[in-house]
């Protein structure tokens, strides 16, 4: 079982890697260093980062948060060629299989890492998955997010190839990325982050496809602040 979870790992991070055109180009061991899911369990993330969602409106992430129930955040953007919709398949499929009802026992934020998403690309990302969830789940409780509008890509450092306060937080939180000019890409790897009603990193995720057990245990487990790695949960 190790085996087989770790094989899916290493090649969920090769899928998301050849996302990128340019991978091929630039696949140093610099930039492989620079990718991946850093487990940072136990820690606090700054949830106080301004981002837009697919109004234009601009919202404060820990004010727009449900304080009283876990999230799972996802990391990837929305004009993402491959891997993204295939996370957020497996995410819609768990949801829907799993007995736990978004919005009640939970609740889920997809965070744009790309400078170039807008709440146009935003909505219609939000519009597709929102319409397939099962009608027993409150779809406003699925929130998605992209860069606010204030954070101009002229003021970006091109070698973060997001806004700040998104790239900052998404280190913060252990989702390592890089940006590729060459294509205006993103090298990436899967998997959702859980953090506890006040904000914990509780549990990881990785692939993009979830065991329904295991989703429902790691919003359990999130809901008494209870951290668990990779590795106690094979």
């Known amino acids: ?33 620079e990718i991946g899911i850093f487990e940072k369990l136990g820690s606090t993330p700054n949830l106080h980062i301004s981002l837009w969602n697919e109004d234009g409106a601009s919202y404060d992430l820990g004010e727009a948060l449900d304080s009283s129930l876990p999230t799972v955040i996802q990391f990837g953007y929305f004009t993402c060629p491959l891997l993204c919709g295939l996370v957020s398949d497996g995410i819609l499929e768990v949801v829907n299989g799993c007995s736990l009802e978004l919005g009640q026992d939970y609740q889920i934020v997809s965070i744009s890492i790309s400078q170039f998403d807008t709440p146009a690309t935003t909505a219609a990302y ?11 789940h409150n779809k406003d409780a699925w929130l998605y997010f992209s860069k606010d509008k204030t954070e101009r890509v002229s003021t970006l450092n091109e070698s973060l190839g997001a806004p700040r306060s998104i790239k900052q937080f ?16 993103y090298a990436h790897s899967a998997g959702l982050i859980i953090l506890s009603p006040s904000g914990m990193v509780t549990r990881y995720l990785y692939g993009a496809q979830f065991s329904e057990f295991d989703f429902k245990m790691a919003i359990i487990e999130a809901k008494d602040d209870v951290v668990r790695s990779s590795v106690e949960r094979v």
Request: hydrophobic content about 35%; glycine content about 4%; aromatic content about 12%.
């Open 1 to 33: 079982l190790l085996k087989n979870t770790i094989t899916k790992f290493f090649l969920i991070i090769v899928i998301g890697l050849t996302c990128s055109q340019s991978w091929a180009q630039d696949s140093n061991e610099s930039t492989i260093k």
């Open 126 to 136: 939000s519009k597709k998955y929102s319409g397939l969830l099962d009608k027993r």
């Open 170 to 185: 998404a280190t913060e939180i252990g989702f390592n990325y890089k940006f590729i000019k060459e294509t205006n890409d």
